[in-house]
């Protein structure tokens, strides 16, 4: 705390553009008391909301990071100007001092960008004691955030966090580097540091298709988003973009389209979030201009493939050996109908344990054949190879998939055959195992949890209902057909109930072949 008090004042000379604008409804919300963040309600009309004795850190984080200031300066007005004054004034003064929580890195270099981009907004109304004060905590914070980040800590980050949490962290940490570097005169050097420190990021994490290495879109997504701030505020400034910069945006907004589905969400891949329709669409348009432009339906660098004809989406998680790009659920799949999510993973791991993270990222929590309930590219099979081949005949779309991610442990090449038909009503699957020894297999789908299903008597078909449209699962093969419980992770971190189809067999024979489906009822 001595260190980071010394602090020459300075005024702020520049003030960086808010990219996102915010919801005057939100707005209301919040000046009326209630604080709904992170999936979790809480009503403060009178206590100040930093009082409030809530434990949910995802709750706390969204509120030290004051990112819904957009939301008040939407709603407009003195009143609205002089309630953030109060909740910024409050919050200084219970969080002078250093703290575990508030002044979290990540979470710190949120709030010096909010509070940055909202400058003009809170200093509408002349009021010299509120600037002083405001510009004494956030030279304070800025300099601790400058102690801080670094690639080292970067590291620390990876680890904690894991890749899909970590990567969204280090974009915001790169953020408010710059942002708060560019409000001061006399940076020079900290913005020259900071883009250095960008393109080390971008150039380890981006690969040239544009996609994340995390593999997962809403990492993506969050990503482009941060990069897509960084570049404005550099415009703005009339300070020269890195070419690097330009061109990564301009990737990832177009691989990005890549896993929108009908209904404007994202696919759910490697413990992603579906993400908000609306805020995707802002971030496409912020990105290149081109809200409505079509993406690509192959990613082969990548490891994804999509089908798609008439209603019908099918991404396809098909890995690529030749880049190292694995994941413990080859040839796992999500099935879109319509603007509904019929089948595919169990959600995401945003904001939960590690013991939850491990789960959703299993084989077994996605839509895949399994081995022995086992993951697949583990322990001696890490480095196994696969194999993809994508072709049309008579005016369906195929694709076929091998992978070796079993071959050490089980003796076991695994393929997977997926044809959509050019009418959009029937899915058919073909999964086969080549193996030399009897080993246990599960073949599963993870439904969404508003689909209602019922199995057949005689266990040879199930019945499955969206809201829109009704489909029949049909199979054929040595299995037994199951009707299991399962769960989907929401965004919010809710938990919800659902169920999943499981055809559950052992390897009887060299060969052993397992056809399934999906018929749209008429």
Not at 289 to 318: C, H, M, Q, W, Y
Not at 465 to 477: H, M
Request: aromatic residues 10%.
């Amino acid at each position: 705390n001595y260190l980071i008090n010394r602090n020459q004042l300075r005024e702020i000379s520049f003030t960086p553009p808010d990219s996102w604008p915010g919801d005057p409804v939100l707005g209301e919300n919040f000046f009326q008391g209630h604080y709904n963040l992170a999936g979790k309600k809480v009503f403060s009309p009178k206590d100040p909301v930093w009082k409030v004795p809530e434990k949910d850190i995802n709750w706390q984080s969204e509120m030290n990071s004051f990112f819904w200031l957009r939301h008040l300066k939407a709603r407009s007005g003195s009143l609205a100007r002089r309630h953030a004054r109060y909740l910024i004034i409050n919050w200084i003064e219970i969080n002078n001092k250093w703290n575990e929580t508030s002044w979290q890195i990540d979470i710190l270099a949120r709030r010096v960008s909010s509070w940055i981009t909202n400058i003009s907004f809170l200093l509408a109304e002349k009021d010299e004691d509120f600037s002083l004060k405001i510009r004494k905590s956030l030279l304070k914070q800025i300099k601790h955030l400058n102690n801080f980040a670094n690639q080292r800590y970067f590291a620390t980050l990876d680890r904690d966090f894991g890749i899909q949490e970590s990567a969204i962290k280090k974009a915001q940490i790169i953020r408010g580097l710059l942002l708060s570097a560019i409000c001061f005169s006399g940076q020079k050097v900290k913005i020259k540091k900071t883009l250095a420190l960008l393109k080390s990021e971008i150039l380890n994490d981006l690969n040239q298709e544009g996609i994340h290495k995390s593999r997962s879109p809403y990492t993506q997504l969050s990503v482009l988003a941060n990069l897509i701030t960084i570049r404005d505020a550099l415009v703005t400034a009339s300070l020269e973009v890195p070419i690097l910069l330009n061109d990564s945006v301009q990737k990832m907004s177009h691989a990005l389209r890549f896993f929108r589905n009908i209904n404007g969400t994202l696919a759910i891949f490697n413990g992603s979030k579906k993400g908000e329709k609306f805020v995707i669409d802002k971030i496409l348009s912020e990105a290149d201009g081109k809200v409505r432009a079509k993406g690509p339906t192959s990613l082969s660098d990548s490891g994804f493939e999509k089908l798609s004809v008439s209603n019908v989406n099918i991404f396809i998680d098909t890995l690529s050996s030749k880049n190292n790009i694995r994941s413990k659920c080859p040839h796992s799949i999500e099935i879109g109908v319509g603007k509904t999510r019929l089948l595919g993973s169990c959600g995401s791991v945003h904001g939960k344990s590690a013991q939850w993270k491990k789960l959703l990222m299993s084989s077994s929590a996605h839509s895949v054949l399994i081995v022995e309930d086992t993951n697949a590219f583990s322990g001696i099979d890490s480095k196994q190879q696969t194999l993809t081949k994508r072709y049309k005949k008579d005016g369906s779309e195929i694709i076929e998939l091998i992978h070796y991610g079993y071959y050490n442990r089980y003796s076991a090449i695994c393929s997977r055959s997926i044809e959509l038909g050019e009418d959009g009503k029937n899915i058919a699957g073909l999964d086969e195992i080549i193996s030399e020894k009897f080993n246990k297999f599960a073949i599963r789908f993870h439904f969404s949890p508003d689909i209602k299903i019922s199995i057949s008597r005689d266990n040879k078909s199930a019945m499955i209902a969206t809201n829109e449209q009704g489909w029949v699962f049909i199979f054929k093969g040595n299995a037994n057909l199951n009707l299991d419980s399962s769960v989907f992770v929401e965004d919010s971190g809710k938990i919800s109930n659902s169920h999943q189809l499981v055809l559950n067999g052992q390897t009887a024979n060299k060969k052993t072949s397992i056809l399934w489906g999906f018929k749209r009822k008429t």
